[in-house]
């Protein structure tokens, strides 16, 4: 999908719908706006639902004060056009008020971004915005100071965040990313582990942002295998983004054909509106020509070549998952018994070995070790089949989740040794 194609009201329309649905606003909370090319600023109205949008309730404001439309503009027009007066080169303006961001502009807190190389590069540095009256000219200026000093995102205390940016969808993008890592944090201190900060020498040395080159080919043919495999994998790449088991661009899954290849998911391509055309076919250490594969490309071969019983893997970055990633916590399946028995004996790999260490990465995992967390990055699972990695990625965010919810209520107590034995035993699970 060309979303800067799309004319500015649609893309109003399309994002508000996504933050509403994924629980990041309320009915009348939030506000978006776009500067087109002529000058002209579309912001969603006032006072209207935000979850039923049309095209025909996005309001126009031209350079000189004239508003076209059947409702008012957003009583935060002010602040969105101040923030496009001193910075040209800011496109899209996105406010809201998601409930984990909330409960840091609560504290008067900012989320600490340099957990996660991603959430680094997308995030940046934050700025803050002191609580004044919403539609104030007061709020505007507070928030102006901030994107005049260069901040692309301000957090306001009491209040939310606003972001900035080139384009809407790279303004939903940090947006979605801040808001997960205000999650992130909030679960992490449940587990009461000491969270681990990246230093800016870890991540340039980690190879986190290597993009591997390799040689092209043209495919000649799909056969009927890799369309079914290529429309499976996007209906389960749309589930799992509905899930939030990964960000709008983030989060990668692959899958073996029976011919030795492999499909893989491209690249920066939006999860939410990927169709099987965008998939790449990765054939003899070549990719398919015109398309850029995911950066762990290089890992996903090599394991595909170690592990002949594996025929799939998902990287993802499940938010609770995440929260064990980035604290020392352990992660111990011994749940319940359909936990251990997906998910075995998981293992975690110290932060950049997936970049510098791949074939002792794909040596680590074996029948009794198909989960990897890779700290402070991400989390893989293998799997025999496509949906079988998926319901073990389920089965480890469900079991994450539980975790930390029971450390709330007392102290979480393991099914024991002799449990664990007697599940093998009926499971035939044996090392």
Same mark, same amino acid.
């Given at each position: 999908?060309?979303?800067?194609?799309?004319?500015?009201?649609?893309?109003?329309?399309?994002?508000?719908?996504?933050?509403?649905?994924?629980?990041?606003?309320?009915?009348?909370?939030?506000?978006?706006?776009?500067?087109?090319?002529?000058?002209?600023?579309?912001?969603?109205?006032? #006072?209207?639902? +935000?979850?039923?949008?049309?095209?025909?309730?996005?309001?126009?404001?031209?350079?000189?004060?004239?508003?076209?439309?059947?409702?008012?503009?957003?009583?935060?027009?002010?602040?969105?056009?101040?923030?496009?007066?001193?910075?040209?080169?800011?496109?899209? !303006?996105?406010? %809201?008020?998601?409930?984990?961001?909330?409960?840091?502009?609560?504290?008067?807190?900012?989320?600490? !971004?340099?957990?996660?190389?991603?959430? %680094?590069?997308?995030?940046?540095?934050?700025?803050?915005?002191?609580?004044?009256?919403?539609?104030? %000219?007061?709020?505007?200026?507070?928030?102006?100071?901030?994107?005049?000093?260069?901040?692309?995102?301000?957090?306001?205390?009491?209040?939310?965040?606003?972001?900035? $940016?080139?384009?809407?969808?790279?303004?939903?993008?940090?947006?979605?990313?801040?808001?997960?890592?205000?999650?992130?944090?909030?679960? %992490?201190?449940?587990?009461?582990?000491?969270?681990?900060?990246?230093?800016?020498?870890?991540?340039?040395? $980690?190879?986190?942002?290597?993009?591997?080159?390799?040689?092209?080919?043209?495919?000649?043919?799909?056969?009927?295998?890799?369309?079914?495999?290529?429309?499976? *994998?996007?209906?389960?790449?749309?589930?799992?983004?509905?899930?939030?088991? /990964?960000?709008?661009?983030?989060?990668? /899954?692959?899958?073996?054909?029976?011919?030795?290849?492999?499909?893989?998911?491209?690249?920066?391509?939006?999860?939410?509106?990927?169709?099987?055309?965008?998939? !790449?076919?990765?054939?003899?250490?070549?990719?398919?020509?015109?398309?850029?594969?995911?950066?762990?490309?290089?890992?996903? +071969?090599?394991?595909?070549?170690?592990?002949?019983?594996?025929?799939?893997?998902?990287?993802?970055?499940?938010?609770?998952?995440?929260?064990?990633?980035?604290?020392?916590?352990?992660?111990?399946?011994?749940?319940?018994?359909?936990?251990?028995?997906?998910?075995?004996?998981?293992?975690?790999?110290?932060? #950049?070995? $997936?970049?510098?260490?791949?074939?002792?990465?794909?040596?680590?995992?074996?029948?009794?070790?198909?989960?990897?967390?890779?700290?402070?990055?991400?989390? *893989?699972? $293998?799997?025999?089949?496509?949906?079988?990695?998926?319901?073990?990625?389920? !089965?480890?965010?469900?079991?994450?989740?539980?975790?930390?919810?029971?450390?709330?209520?007392?102290?979480?107590?393991?099914?024991?040794?002799?449990?664990?034995?007697?599940?093998?035993?009926?499971?035939?699970?044996?090392?």
């Amino acid at each position: 999908m060309r979303f800067d194609y799309m004319h500015p009201a649609d893309q109003l329309i399309m994002i508000m719908e996504r933050i509403y649905k994924h629980g990041m606003t309320t009915t009348s909370g939030g506000n978006l706006s776009i500067m087109d090319d002529q000058g002209d600023i579309w912001i969603t109205p006032s #006072g209207i639902d +935000k979850g039923s949008l049309t095209r025909q309730d996005i309001m126009q404001v031209k350079p000189d004060g004239t508003v076209i439309g059947i409702h008012t503009p957003s009583v935060e027009l002010p602040f969105h056009a101040h923030i496009y007066k001193i910075r040209p080169d800011i496109k899209a !303006v996105l406010h %809201a008020h998601p409930p984990a961001l909330v409960a840091f502009s609560l504290a008067r807190k900012v989320p600490e !971004v340099y957990l996660t190389p991603a959430s %680094a590069n997308i995030c940046g540095n934050i700025g803050i915005a002191g609580y004044e009256v919403p539609g104030s %000219a007061a709020l505007g200026d507070r928030i102006a100071e901030q994107f005049e000093a260069g901040h692309d995102i301000a957090m306001m205390w009491n209040h939310g965040v606003v972001i900035g $940016s080139g384009s809407l969808f790279e303004a939903f993008k940090k947006f979605e990313t801040l808001e997960t890592l205000a999650k992130l944090q909030i679960d %992490a201190k449940r587990l009461n582990g000491n969270i681990r900060v990246l230093t800016q020498q870890l991540l340039e040395t $980690s190879g986190s942002n290597h993009m591997p080159l390799l040689e092209t080919f043209v495919p000649k043919s799909i056969s009927s295998e890799e369309k079914a495999a290529r429309r499976e *994998m996007v209906q389960l790449i749309k589930r799992a983004y509905s899930q939030k088991l /990964f960000g709008a661009t983030q989060g990668t /899954f692959s899958q073996r054909l029976s011919d030795g290849s492999f499909i893989i998911t491209p690249y920066r391509i939006d999860r939410a509106y990927i169709e099987p055309e965008d998939i !790449v076919r990765i054939q003899n250490g070549r990719c398919e020509d015109g398309k850029t594969p995911s950066r762990s490309v290089l890992l996903h +071969k090599t394991i595909y070549d170690l592990h002949k019983e594996i025929n799939s893997l998902i990287l993802a970055h499940p938010p609770y998952i995440m929260a064990f990633a980035i604290t020392d916590a352990e992660f111990d399946s011994r749940t319940i018994p359909e936990s251990y028995i997906m998910l075995r004996k998981a293992k975690k790999i110290p932060f #950049g070995k $997936s970049y510098s260490s791949i074939l002792d990465i794909a040596n680590t995992f074996s029948e009794s070790c198909p989960m990897l967390i890779f700290e402070n990055d991400s989390v *893989m699972v $293998s799997g025999t089949s496509l949906i079988n990695a998926f319901d073990r990625l389920e !089965v480890a965010e469900f079991s994450a989740h539980s975790i930390i919810a029971a450390n709330g209520i007392g102290d979480v107590v393991p099914i024991n040794d002799e449990e664990v034995k007697d599940i093998e035993v009926a499971f035939h699970l044996e090392d």
